[in-house]
């Protein structure tokens, strides 16, 4: 299964070894909120194949 990218007209899909990570939505309900408030898509709802590459995060959100 091919992984892409659910922000908004972000065309990055999962390559072995590229440049870019994938992410699941939290678990954590309010965590999981302020995500898809982020996102700013319209009536978007995750799912649990939903993921957002490491493009759309800050360098400081990673250990």
């Avoid at 954590?28 to 194949?49: G, I, M, S």
């Amino acid at each position: 299964m091919v992984l892409y990218c659910c922000a908004f007209n972000c065309k990055e899909n999962y390559v072995k070894g590229g440049p870019y990570t994938f992410h699941s939505f939290p678990k954590d309900e309010t965590r999981r909120k302020e995500w898809c408030r982020l996102l700013r898509r319209e009536n978007f709802t995750p799912t649990n194949a939903s993921k957002i590459c490491s493009k759309h995060f800050d360098y400081e959100c990673f250990d």
